[in-house]
Each structure stands twice: as structure tokens, then as C-alpha cells.
């Protein structure tokens, strides 16, 4: 299975909104509505940001928000802050009953 | 509140196996929707995931990895373990045990272990 295609790095200012794409096939991406998202502070474990494509778990921000079309997933985070400093990762349910994740996305505040 | 906690060898040596225990709290192995999982991470690097167990025994791993991992379950002490044979220095990672809960309508890794560093070294 191939990983998923995430951007390298993204930036935008305090703020600002910025978006996150993850590129699958119609194997992971397309086929379930199970897409996720974790936000990884350096030197931490990853936190569950998304589920299900657009859901969020108690205790996450409004901030961040989740959307799908086809084969393609995209996390949202609106009125960026210092904190949102972070590695992003996709991750999604595939029909051969796997996970597969994307490559990461470093997000950096300006 | 499940938590999860990894613990095994920090070291490993080439051609040998990598072997690593995930204790789990404040939930049960035993849940029909959990699916156990190990997801690992080179430093530097994204993550990976190597596969699960449930609490049955059955499995599903990594196809690129398949051919080197076997995971295992003892529900009796709410522990799952992975082994990992044939290691190189690429196998080294820090190594994460994982949650994951599925049913008809949802499906997601929710819930990590704080992660644990095994360097292949000689």
C-alpha cells in the first residue's frame, strides 16, 4: 500500500487560514468515509484531531475542521495560532482492512 | 479513558528481534470493536502502520512488513505485543502501540501509547 500524499510544509500567519491536503485512491481515501487527522508536537505522540472524516472529538477546537471529495481528504484550520506549530498527518481506513497514513505535513506559524 | 503503555528493549541488535509489550488501562482488550495496533515512526520521519490484533487473535499487518511481524494478544493481563524479526538499522523507530475503534459507521486510530525509541545498533 502507498502512503498517502501530503504536502511537505505549509505556513500562514496568526489568523489566517490555512488547508492541508491528502491525496488516496479509490482504495482508502474514496472508498470509506474514515478519514483522520493528527496534529504531532515535536517529541510527542500524535493526537486524534479528526475522525470520520469530519468529525471531532471532545475537547478539540472548532478551529479545525475536516472535509472529503473523491479520492481526496482536507483538514482546515481557521484563525491560525502560535500553538497550531505542529507535523500533520491524514490516515485512512482501507478495503483491505489496513491503515495507511500520509507522508506528514509540517505546519509552520509566521 | 483508555491509555496505552509500551515497554520492551530500547536496543536491538541486526539480524535479531525486536519484541515490545502494550499494557492497556481504564478499558477492556476483550471490546469487540478495538483493533490493537502498532504504528512506528524513524526519527525524523512519518508514521507507519505495522498492523493490529483484536482481541480473537486475528490479524492484519503492513504488507511491506508482513513477512517479519507477528503480533499476539493476552487478554488475561489486557496486553498485546509485537515481535518484529530480521531487524536492521531501518527498523529503527520510535515505536507506538494504538487503539483502534471500528463499527458499522466509524472507523479511527484514537487512542496512543506515549511511544517507545528502539535503536538497531551493534
Known amino acids: 500500500q502507498s502512503a498517502l500524499t501530503q504536502p511537505a510544509s505549509v505556513s500562514g500567519s496568526p489568523g489566517q487560514s490555512i488547508t492541508i491536503s491528502c491525496a488516496g485512491t479509490?482504495?482508502?481515501?474514496?472508498?470509506?468515509?474514515?478519514v483522520s487527522w493528527y496534529q504531532q508536537h515535536p517529541g510527542k505522540a500524535p493526537n486524534l484531531l479528526i475522525y470520520?472524516?469530519?468529525k471531532r472529538p471532545s475537547g478539540v477546537s472548532n478551529r479545525f475542521s475536516g472535509s472529503k471529495s473523491g479520492n481526496t481528504a482536507s483538514l482546515t484550520i481557521s484563525g491560525l495560532q502560535a500553538e497550531d506549530e505542529a507535523d500533520y498527518y491524514c490516515n485512512s481506513y482501507t478495503s483491505s482492512s489496513t491503515w495507511v497514513f500520509g507522508g506528514g505535513t509540517k505546519l509552520t506559524v509566521l | 479513558q483508555v491509555q496505552l503503555q509500551e515497554s520492551g528493549p530500547g536496543l536491538a541488535k541486526p539480524s535479531e528481534t525486536l519484541s515490545l509489550t502494550c499494557t492497556v488501562s481504564?478499558?477492556?482488550?476483550?471490546?469487540?470493536?478495538?483493533?490493537w495496533s502498532w504504528i512506528r515512526q524513524p526519527p525524523g520521519k512519518g508514521l507507519e502502520w505495522i498492523g493490529y490484533i483484536s482481541y480473537t487473535g486475528s490479524t492484519n499487518y503492513n504488507p511491506s512488513l508482513k513477512s517479519r511481524v507477528t503480533m499476539s494478544v493476552d487478554t488475561s493481563k489486557k496486553q498485546f505485543s509485537l515481535k518484529l524479526n530480521s531487524v536492521t538499522a531501518a527498523d529503527t523507530a520510535v515505536y507506538y502501540c494504538?487503539?483502534?475503534?471500528?463499527?458499522?459507521?466509524?472507523?479511527?486510530?484514537?487512542?496512543w501509547g506515549q511511544g517507545t525509541l528502539v535503536t538497531v545498533s551493534s
Open positions: 470520520d472524516v469530519s
Open positions: 494504538a487503539g483502534a475503534y471500528c463499527s458499522r459507521t466509524s472507523c479511527y486510530i484514537g487512542y
Open positions: 481504564g478499558g477492556s482488550v476483550s471490546s469487540v470493536s478495538y483493533y
Open positions: 479509490s482504495s482508502d481515501v474514496g472508498a470509506y468515509n474514515y
